[in-house]
């Protein structure tokens, strides 16, 4: 007999294959989501739409499990961040920012990260490995369960109503469970999230990027902080194998015919690294006629960095330069510093395996 299949990995197209497999309808598929995303359940004897034999049958074969919480903090604005593991001993963040209108979930698509980003600790624990579609959307229904979202019987107004795949790891080096998982947010038979409220952050895999206009058209915000190659291949290395005119290009065709506008570029303030108005206006020079707003981000420090965030004046002067030039720019709100849960402090903990978990890095950096 096979293991039991997770039903949390298990998107709308991967669930009707799993009941018909069953010899079952395929409306199964679309109770079994529901029960599972809409309500929150995991107990398959809690579906009562479902058949007895069939409800035992599943007890047998099947299973719903989520992340295990460790902890949850709660900071002084509002922001929530859980510690969640998983049975082979590694861990990840996920973070709650609630705000006046809207409340987003900021979700981990890896255990730590390969790219090494210079100011980004995630990047210093080291990469594991990839999460899982229950490990990714389990996050969700997670944070659903925590916020109270599932007590509430009508389900209305929705507590989570934005979901940022900014937390740990490059979503776009874990391509096929990060779409699985933003189809379920997005399917109106589990989160029914609007695309529109679907953001995936990625450092610049090129490649991934033609995969996703073809996959999905969520939004896209790309982690630039800097204009020039020279200084991007020292912030974030994966830029000496796609290099920023081959970047922006990859934006281009993403943004190109979409119906509104799916482009933002990040850029971390970064005290006298990339903060001065000659970066500013090289920034514009760049962006110059493209379809995107530009999000300043202040640096968040953490142990042992070296950088040190740009004071507030400089950030202003830097925005006041892109706004002349006609960019949409504004600087993000610095949430949950107090917990660590503020972008690019989330560490979780990363189980080594031995030389392995370099190799991913390794690769990424041998064929440039
Ligand atoms: N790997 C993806 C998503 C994770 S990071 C990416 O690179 O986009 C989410 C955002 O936080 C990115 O823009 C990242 O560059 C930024 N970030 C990382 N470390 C930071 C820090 N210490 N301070 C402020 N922003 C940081």
Redesign the pocket.
């Known amino acids: 007999m096979s293991t039991p299949a997770n039903l949390l990995d298990l998107d709308r197209p991967s669930m009707e294959a799993f009941f018909e497999g069953l010899g079952q309808k395929r409306f199964r598929a679309s109770q079994v989501l529901k029960w599972i995303h809409q309500m929150g359940l995991h107990e398959f004897d809690q579906m009562t739409n479902l058949s007895k034999p069939l409800r035992g049958q599943l007890n047998t074969i099947a299973y719903v499990k989520a992340p295990d919480v460790v902890t949850e903090q709660i900071s002084n604005d509002g922001t929530r961040k859980w510690f969640l593991s998983f049975p082979d001993g590694n861990c990840i963040e996920t973070v709650f920012i609630p705000e006046d209108d809207r409340g987003t979930l900021?979700v981990s698509?890896q255990v730590g990260?390969p790219?090494d980003?210079s100011?980004?600790?995630?990047?210093k624990q080291g990469f594991n490995r990839n999460l899982s579609v229950a490990e990714i959307i389990g996050q969700l229904w997670l944070a659903n369960h925590a916020l109270g979202h599932y007590r509430n019987a009508n389900k209305e107004p929705r507590i989570v109503t934005n979901v940022?795949?900014?937390?740990?790891?490059?979503?776009?080096l874990n391509f096929d469970n990060v779409v699985k998982a933003m189809n379920l947010m997005m399917d109106d038979l589990a989160y029914g999230l609007s695309k529109r409220r679907v953001t995936l952050?990625?450092?610049?895999v090129v490649p991934a990027i033609d995969r996703l206009k073809e996959a999905s058209s969520v939004n896209l915000?790309?982690?630039l902080?800097a204009a020039n190659d020279r200084l991007r291949n020292e912030l974030?290395p994966l830029n000496r194998k796609y290099p920023v005119r081959d970047l922006i290009a990859a934006c281009k065709r993403y943004a190109e015919g979409q119906t509104r506008d799916v482009l933002t570029f990040?850029y971390?303030m970064l005290a006298d690294i990339n903060d001065s108005p000659a970066h500013a206006r090289e920034l514009a020079r760049l962006l110059n006629g493209f379809p995107a707003k530009v999000?300043l981000?202040?640096?968040?420090?953490?142990p042992q960095?070296i950088?040190r965030?740009s004071s507030q004046e400089t950030i202003d002067r830097f925005r006041d330069i892109l706004l002349d030039a006609g960019l949409r720019t504004i600087t993000r709100k610095?949430r949950g510093e107090d917990i660590d849960a503020?972008?690019?402090?989330l560490v979780g903990r990363v189980v080594p395996r031995g030389k392995n978990h370099l190799l991913h890095r390794v690769t990424l950096e041998a064929d440039e």
Do not use: D, W
Not at 201 to 204: L, N, R
Not at 342 to 345: K, L, P, Y
């Open positions: 900021c698509s990260c790219l980003c100011f980004c600790s995630t990047g940022v795949m900014m937390g740990m790891g490059e979503p776009l952050s990625t450092a610049g915000a790309v982690s902080h974030v990040e971390v999000n981000i202040p640096f968040n420090k953490f960095t950088y965030r610095t503020a972008c690019g402090q």
